[in-house]
């Protein structure tokens, strides 16, 4: 058996051990300092760095001795410009294809210029300020292009606003009409007027009317200009309408879990309030005038009936809106996305189950 290695010997700074000094000639010759550079000529410096574990580093070896510091810079500077130059050009079309392309082959677009920064809110906007309601659950890639988008679209239309993300945390199916309710109720004394806004849906046509509404609701997202839904009685996707109108609805109804027919109940409410929903004119872009963003082949919706649901859903809820919505807010959160702020709403709906017991797939 050999015998037990010990702790290795510890080194010292620079990574030289030490030998033990014994008497002899070739001893003596081992122990002889290597004379300083400043007793010795350009060569022999070298070499007896070299025999230090010193020298010059890798990339300076590469270059004569007596190179000095600017034409380094100036070579560094040829090359940035070179660079910049070849990316122009491949962006372009105009130079040869990156990665061996033929010059017939598709480029990769150029990266497109930073948006401009919307205009600062002015005292000489208009006197009201808009609360926008977003129903939001678990799609981050379209509410990351929505915000910015939707701050700079009002901002450049001299609109005040505030965008409210309406977040469902809880583990019951959505429900977008009493997420509306709740951001009705949590959108502050501040704001006179609400849009209603599918997170999904941009507008692109810049004459699209998101002023106050005095006048009684206003459908944005019109039957003529929807790129979907073309159905007379449709008021979904974008509707604005001032807190008090909203409030003579009594709200949206809490009843309809999973997607689809709030809105269509949420006319009747409008009629019967003895509202008239008016609606965009003047508008020559047909149904390119929305950006829609759902990929139904990917984010597949919740269209299912439980239960009663099915015979309910056609039904006009004369009880229940804002006066029976129930919820606790678990967090409320002021943030910026790609410099556009927004507040979310972390929201926790409650279901009575005897009530509606297709708020679950249990």
Aim: glycine share 10%; charged share 25%; proline share 10%.
């Amino acid at each position: 058996m050999f015998p037990a290695a010990g702790p290795a010997p510890s080194r010292p700074f620079g990574g030289r051990e030490r030998g033990r000094v014994s008497g002899g000639a070739g001893e003596r010759r081992r122990r002889q300092r290597v004379p300083g550079p400043g007793a010795m000529g350009p060569a022999r410096r070298r070499d007896a760095l070299r025999l230090r574990g010193g020298g010059s580093p890798p990339l300076l070896r590469l270059f004569p001795g007596r190179l000095s510091a600017f034409p380094l810079f100036l070579l560094a500077l040829l090359l940035g410009f070179a660079s910049l130059l070849w990316l122009q050009l491949s962006c372009s079309g105009e130079g040869p294809a990156p990665g061996g392309q033929h010059r017939g082959a598709p480029r990769q677009p150029c990266p497109p210029p930073a948006p401009p920064q919307p205009p600062q809110e002015e005292p000489s906007w208009a006197p009201h300020r808009l609360a926008l309601l977003v129903p939001f659950r678990e799609r981050f890639e379209e509410l990351l292009a929505f915000v910015p988008y939707m701050h700079r679209f009002l901002s450049k239309k001299r609109i005040r606003h505030r965008i409210f993300i309406l977040n469902q945390v809880d583990h019951f199916r959505f429900n977008r009409a009493s997420l509306i309710n709740v951001g009705f109720l949590e959108s502050g004394n501040d704001t006179d007027y609400i849009a209603m806004h599918d997170v999904d849906l941009l507008p692109l046509n810049e004459h699209l009317d998101y002023s106050f509404p005095e006048a009684g609701p206003f459908h944005v997202a019109s039957p003529e200009l929807h790129p979907l839904y073309h159905y007379k009685t449709y008021v979904g996707g974008i509707l604005l309408l001032t807190k008090q109108h909203y409030e003579l609805c009594n709200g949206m109804s809490n009843r309809f879990w999973g997607w689809g027919r709030e809105d269509d109940e949420f006319y009747r409410r409008i009629k019967g309030a003895g509202l008239q929903v008016r609606r965009p004119s003047g508008i020559t872009t047909g149904y390119e005038t929305f950006q829609h963003l759902h990929d139904p082949a990917w984010r597949k919706r919740d269209q299912k009936r439980i239960a009663a649901q099915k015979q309910e859903q056609f039904k006009v809820d004369r009880e229940g809106g804002l006066n029976n919505v129930r919820y606790r807010i678990e967090s409320r959160t002021d943030l910026s996305v790609a410099g556009a702020p927004c507040t979310v709403l972390n929201i926790l709906l409650d279901c009575d189950t005897n009530e509606t017991p297709w708020c679950t797939f249990g």
